[in-house]
């Protein structure tokens, strides 16, 4: 499922880049017709454009309905595809919720065609599951229900034996595309790729095959999947504090009486027949969108989608009614237990997307928290009155939210939290902000948007959200100029209607012991996946050919332009010629393992002034220049980055240097900033994934002393004084480093405004020698455990490889592939789709990130803590016994070549693709090694990897689980069992 994240800024979609295809841009009607061209008895389509438009979008309407909307923007050969049904959980039956969202995963599964080997013998066998599955749903007796759910297991697996499993995913895989997947909302279901441009009309038959027919198979093992997918859920609170919000906002309508992943109950108690009608009635041409961004041709690509998906007959969609909530009177308490660090949420209710006062909301959201200089942001972030606080809006087709949210100080109470935040509320309904914020925000979203048109995903989703939310183009491309309007008097006056005491407050609050629910684990026989079979659809599928495309490798000395500035400062730069943006780093390379100060230091810088600015001023100054500034610290490098609109460079310049030069020290600010990092590594202890994935494989990797440990003493940060963090931070243009720029200014302007801007002594001292920690050898087996109330198991299985080599990246890059990297790998296969064993599942041979470090083998598998024996021994099987499934092979080979040959690396990424390539000894794009060597690496040559460096590797094998959960006694036989503290892994 869509992480819930505001979509302000995707409803707000602007920006004022330039129009490359002036012919269409001259277009000033909203209704056009495409003339053929070659062919003039070719159909006509009509479509709609709408003026000033920055995606220059085409939207059509086939004849049974079907919305295509398409923009195209080269930035490499691929296009991103959406295919939106308007259909969501609230369009669940209230007895079968979590409907919606099982059906997306059954949508992956095949058709009548895909993904069986004899469809007539299979279908046969589906029935009788389907059959059961209504029996069992309508059979309370325990004895009973166990007995159907046998018979469905059986049966399950005699239907298997027909079935070809991933068949989608392997196609997919193999013609290069990336991100394949689906998520459910409210009220969309979303499916995802992001494909080579030469692969759209074989992409464009396969997808209308597939929504135009469902097919259920190994249902009950996908259903598994779905039950470890909701006990995620029920071990995450963030997600518990989100549910019940909703619930509190909307008593009544479907986005607070039913979740999307659905409860419990209904999830044990699954309807195939229910989930086909729910299919039959809203996944219908004339329910949804096919939305792409990307390196297209407009009158081929609507006559490509007409001639496969206009084959898909429409019908009436089930109308929708609106369920009216009551006002709420007063504010609804909730209260959400469990292990993680305490917090608070606060939820108003607000009138849908289309509504102008959810365009207000946008603004009022953006003056209260936009990351710079709102009102949250300044008073209490700036102010340290909290150890953080935000607000959003989330806005939805029926209604929107607004939410604010903080997390309290060490003795602060949550309480305390909410007035803070009310406090700022007021403000707002008062009006007593500056006047220049509303312009401010304004060109905010201007420059936000800049940057998420950069990007064929946020390109498509645009369309996704004006679909969705059923607003024509013509309205969606007009919101900005609509909320440049907006006054502080309408802002007022939208906060005072709807920001009162008729909130929904949640208290989130700390309880190691909490009690956990869980869905029970069904008794599930492991089905065949038949990997080395393949359907007659498959075969003609994989043997049509698609138009070459020819790779493009970066070419350091030619992509990136070099000079020198004052003081023989390297400057690396890339223009950029699509917008008015630009992108400024000062890189060193000297880092917090040298001196954990320094990390201290540029943290401290967030909370400082300068000689001319107060800390809160300065905030404001940058963000009224449309400019932003950061200080960043790694174990090994000092990041220093301005970015922003490039007509107020040399203004936010002297503003950044400044603050560099002459930062003010706060001893308040200081002493408050140290109880917020105790504060802050005290919640990091609850916080499981940072147990897992930081703490551990740090002490995995290093030992107790490692780069995560590498911290001050309470004692030692308590010690600290101002004026020596200032020191810190004024040294840091005094070393040696680096400045890389990409922006749309011409070098000689460039050179000639750092020259004049940065500030530099005359001559620059030598950066430290790297504190480098030595990597442990795992010589023997061993099993490292953490004790954390939570239903599933999580365990990490680490080896430690060769250093860096260069030539071993294609063979790793194609093992990764084949292994354990996608839906379509051995890994995914075996342990999801053939045992139902997780809902996530993953191995990776990682290469270093720098020369002379190691490489590592790392593998994850959540599960059920009562399915941990199976879990482990499924995945150590295939670690130390991978299996060759030719087909399979074939296809990781063809995906490695088409996905390098569609990828371009431009803008900035060239610039940091450099820099990644030097950390490792390079000086060219190694992509161009894994292209080349990939047509000829044999299974055998991969096989001997496997066997030389994976197979019977010592292990570190890293677990995160409740202790009366957990199965120490199988644990105990993959090595020495040892349980860490919080503080050993720590090191506080």
């Not at 209260?335 to 207000?360: H, N, T």
């Not at 009162?500 to 009690?515: F, H, Q």
């Amino acid at each position: 499922m869509k992480k819930g994240m505001s979509l302000f800024l995707i409803a707000l979609a602007f920006t004022f880049t330039q129009c490359k295809n002036e012919a269409y841009q001259a277009q000033s009607t909203t209704a056009a017709t495409a003339t053929a061209t070659a062919e003039p008895a070719q159909k006509e389509y009509k479509y709609e454009t709408v003026p000033n438009d920055p995606l220059n979008a085409r939207i059509y309407t086939l004849e049974n309905g079907l919305k295509v909307y398409l923009t195209d923007y080269e930035d490499a050969p691929r296009i991103q595809t959406y295919i939106a049904v308007r259909a969501g959980s609230k369009n669940d039956p209230a007895n079968a919720t979590g409907l919606a969202h099982y059906l997306e995963h059954m949508v992956f599964k095949g058709t009548t065609q895909l993904g069986t080997q004899n469809w007539e013998k299979e279908k046969a066998e589906l029935d009788k599951i389907e059959a059961l599955y209504e029996q069992h749903r309508n059979t309370t007796d325990a004895a009973v229900r166990k007995k159907i759910y046998h018979q469905i297991d059986s049966i399950s697996g005699v239907a298997a034996t027909f079935a070809v499993a991933n068949e989608y995913d392997k196609i997919l895989g193999a013609i290069g595309a990336k991100g394949t997947n689906a998520y459910t909302s409210v009220e969309q279901t979303v499916y995802t790729n992001d494909i080579p441009a030469n692969q759209l009309e074989r992409w464009v038959a396969l997808e209308a095959d597939r929504f135009g027919e469902l097919v259920p198979r190994l249902f009950h093992t996908e259903l598994e999947a779905v039950y470890e997918e909701k006990n995620r859920s029920l071990d995450n609170d963030g997600w518990k504090m989100y549910e019940a919000l909703n619930s509190g906002l909307f008593p009544t309508h479907q986005y607070g009486t039913q979740t999307t992943i659905g409860t419990i109950e209904h999830l044990k108690n699954p309807s195939i027949t229910e989930i086909k009608k729910y299919f039959d009635q809203y996944y219908v041409p004339n329910n949804m969108a096919v939305a792409l961004s990307g390196d297209i041709d407009f009158d081929e690509t609507i006559r490509i989608i007409d001639a496969h998906f206009g084959k898909l007959k429409n019908k009436p969609v089930p109308a929708f009614t609106v369920a009216q909530e009551k006002p709420i009177a007063q504010p609804v308490v909730k209260e959400v237990v469990g292990p993680s660090a305490e917090s608070i949420a606060i939820g108003y209710r607000f009138p849908g997307m289309s509504s102008r006062d959810a365009l207000v909301l946008s603004m009022i959201s953006n003056i209260l928290y936009n990351g710079q200089a709102g009102l949250i942001d300044l008073n209490l972030n700036q102010q340290q009155k909290v150890l953080q606080a935000y607000g959003y809006d989330n806005q939805m087709k029926d209604y929107s939210v607004f939410r604010l949210g903080g997390s309290p100080r060490q003795g602060q109470s949550l309480d305390e939290v909410k007035k803070l935040l009310l406090a700022q509320v007021e403000i707002v309904k008062q009006g007593k902000f500056e006047d220049w914020l509303i312009p401010a925000v304004v060109n905010d979203y201007k420059i936000t948007l800049m940057q998420e048109y950069e990007n064929n995903n946020n390109r498509a989703d645009a369309f996704v959200t004006a679909f969705v939310n059923d607003m024509d183009w013509k309205t969606y491309v007009n919101r900005p100029e609509e909320f440049a309007k907006i006054t502080k008097q309408d802002v007022m006056e939208v906060a005072s209607k709807y920001l009162n005491d008729n909130y929904v407050l949640v208290y989130k609050r700390t309880d190691k012991n909490a009690e956990v629910a869980k869905v029970e684990k069904p008794t599930i026989t492991p089905v065949p996946v038949n990997r080395d079979a393949q359907s007659a659809y498959y075969k003609a599928f994989m043997a049509a050919d698609a138009p070459a495309l020819s790779p493009v490798f970066v070419d350091y000395k030619t992509d990136i332009k070099e000079e020198k500035l004052k003081n023989d400062i390297p400057l690396l730069y890339t223009q950029n010629k699509e917008n008015g943006l630009f992108q400024l780093y000062y890189i060193l390379d000297m880092g917090t393992n040298n001196d954990p100060k320094l990390g201290m230091a540029v943290n401290y810088l967030r909370y400082l002034g300068n000689d001319k600015f107060s800390a809160e001023e300065l905030k404001k100054e940058f963000f009224k220049l449309g400019t932003s500034f950061n200080v960043s610290t790694s174990g090994d490098q000092v990041y220093v980055t301005l970015s922003g609109l490039d007509e107020n460079f040399e203004e936010a310049l002297a503003l950044f240097e400044n603050t560099l030069q002459n930062p003010k020290p706060d001893q308040e600010a200081l002493k408050d900033m140290v109880d917020g990092v105790l504060k802050s590594r005290a919640d990091a202890k609850l916080n499981k994934s940072v147990i897992l994935n930081q703490a551990l494989v740090n002490f995995a990797k290093y030992g107790p002393k490692n780069p995560f440990t590498t911290n001050l003493t309470e004692k030692q940060l308590k010690a600290v004084k101002p004026q020596e963090l200032v020191s810190i931070i004024k040294s840091i243009p005094t070393y040696e480093h680096r400045v890389l720029y990409y922006g749309p200014r011409e070098t000689p302007a460039i050179v000639a405004a750092l020259n004049t801007g940065h500030q530099v002594p005359a001559k620059l001292k030598a950066v430290p020698a790297e504190k480098v920690y030595a990597e442990l050898e795992i010589k023997k087996p061993a099993v490292y455990w953490v004790d954390y109330n939570m239903v599933q198991a999580e365990l990490l299985f680490l080896t430690k490889s060769l250093p860096y080599d260069k030539t071993m990246v294609p063979t790793a890059r194609l093992y990764n592939e084949y292994f354990g990297g996608g839906m379509s790998s051995i890994v995914f296969q075996e342990l999801r789709e053939s045992k139902a064993l997780a809902y996530s599942a993953y191995s990776a041979y990682s290469t270093a990130t720098k020369k002379d470090r190691s490489n590592y083998n790392l593998s994850y598998i959540g599960t059920q803590a009562d399915k941990l024996p199976e879990a482990m021994v499924g995945m150590q099987e295939l670690l130390n016994n991978m299996p060759l499934a030719d087909e399979n092979f074939a296809n990781a080979k063809a995906s490695l070549r088409n996905s390098i040959s569609s990828e371009r690396i431009t803008k900035s990424s060239i610039l940091f693709d450099y820099e990644r390539a030097k950390r490792l000894g390079l000086d060219y794009d190694i992509r161009r090694d894994v292209y080349e060597s990939a047509n000829s690496l044999t299974f055998s040559q991969l096989q001997e990897f496997q066997q030389k460096y994976i197979k019977g590797q010592p292990q570190a094998i890293l677990v995160i689980g409740s202790k009366d959960r957990l199965n120490f006694k199988e644990l105990a036989k993959y090595g020495q069992v040892k349980q860490l503290q919080l503080e050993e892994i720590f090191g506080y």
